[in-house]
């Protein structure tokens, strides 16, 4: 290595100038491996996110029967599924609902039937009619709360009254039924890949991260980056689980 000195400074003068740039160099050394670590560590980091992402959502593709519905599990464990439009409403009521199974429905136009797969508890109950009501007109309305009645599934028909037309989704109720009310607020949560939305009681105990919502004023995309970003997951899968409409969020919450 040449090392140039300048002849009209003393030898002190030269040796005191070389120590400083030696000092700069040393500097610009020392921070530029810092940079190097960094981005190594960051890329590394990438890596690792990349491949976890792609094995949740390779695991994600290998979807259970009922995720093609509006679903969740209730606290005391039973199945509980929903429509998602008029064609899955359907589905859910002529193809996987049993004679004797609860089916529950918001009173307002436009809303999913949800329907408790085997015997219903008191507990389930409660979050279904929460759930038959998240889903409803009632959250892009901006409602607060919402009745919801619900019956056997032997009570519910296709055929209509002389003189009347039952649209595609809808179904006619006859007998007694009984009614709630569901509160709308709901959660959303995820657990190994799996993004569940649903009530506080049932997502709360199941969930490792969790993010509450009720109707506001925020759009369903600017919900979707919000959620996906805090719960770290596809906002595909975000799409697929929340409300229809405008929201706020409540609270985000980790165990």
């Given at each position: 290595?040449?090392?140039?000195?300048?002849?009209?400074?003393?030898?002190?003068?030269?040796?005191?100038?070389?120590?400083?740039?030696?000092?700069?160099?040393?500097?610009?050394?020392?921070?530029?491996?810092?940079?190097?670590?960094?981005?190594?560590?960051?890329?590394?980091?990438?890596?690792?996110?990349?491949?976890?992402?792609?094995?949740?959502?390779?695991?994600?593709?290998?979807?259970?029967?009922?995720?093609?519905?509006?679903?969740?599990?209730?606290?005391?464990?039973?199945?509980?599924?929903?429509?998602?439009?008029?064609?899955?409403?359907?589905?859910?009521?002529?193809?996987?609902?049993?004679?004797?199974?609860?089916?529950?429905?918001?009173?307002?136009?436009?809303?999913?039937?949800?329907?408790?797969?085997?015997?219903?508890?008191?507990?389930?109950?409660?979050?279904?009619?929460?759930?038959?009501?998240?889903?409803?007109?009632?959250?892009?309305?901006?409602?607060?709360?919402?009745?919801?009645?619900?019956?056997?599934?032997?009570?519910?028909?296709?055929?209509?009254?002389?003189?009347?037309?039952?649209?595609?989704?809808?179904f006619m109720v006859r007998g007694k039924r009984e009614w709630g009310k569901?509160?709308?607020?709901?959660?959303?949560?995820?657990?190994?890949?799996?993004?569940?939305?649903?009530?506080k009681s049932a997502i709360e105990p199941w969930a490792d991260k969790m993010?509450?919502?009720?109707?506001?004023?925020?759009?369903?995309?600017?919900i979707i980056k919000k959620a996906s970003r805090w719960l770290k997951i596809?906002?595909?899968?975000?799409?697929?689980?929340?409300?229809?409409?405008?929201?706020?969020?409540?609270?985000?919450?980790?165990?």
């Amino acid at each position: 290595m040449e090392i140039e000195l300048d002849t009209t400074k003393s030898a002190a003068k030269n040796a005191s100038e070389l120590f400083q740039k030696a000092k700069k160099l040393e500097a610009k050394s020392l921070r530029a491996k810092e940079i190097l670590k960094k981005l190594a560590k960051k890329m590394e980091n990438a890596k690792v996110n990349t491949i976890n992402k792609k094995d949740v959502m390779k695991e994600r593709k290998k979807r259970e029967w009922f995720e093609k519905f509006r679903w969740f599990t209730s606290s005391t464990g039973k199945l509980v599924i929903g429509g998602r439009d008029a064609t899955s409403n359907e589905v859910v009521m002529k193809k996987n609902t049993e004679e004797n199974e609860l089916c529950f429905h918001a009173d307002i136009v436009g809303a999913p039937f949800f329907v408790i797969k085997g015997e219903a508890d008191k507990q389930t109950i409660e979050e279904t009619i929460h759930a038959a009501g998240i889903f409803s007109k009632a959250w892009t309305g901006g409602y607060g709360s919402v009745n919801v009645f619900y019956a056997p599934r032997t009570q519910f028909s296709k055929q209509a009254p002389s003189g009347e037309y039952i649209s595609k989704g809808g179904f006619m109720v006859r007998g007694k039924r009984e009614w709630g009310k569901a509160i709308l607020k709901t959660y959303i949560g995820i657990k190994d890949g799996i993004v569940i939305c649903g009530p506080k009681s049932a997502i709360e105990p199941w969930a490792d991260k969790m993010m509450g919502l009720e109707p506001g004023d925020l759009k369903p995309g600017e919900i979707i980056k919000k959620a996906s970003r805090w719960l770290k997951i596809d906002a595909d899968e975000i799409q697929r689980v929340i409300p229809s409409g405008k929201s706020k969020i409540l609270v985000e919450k980790k165990k």
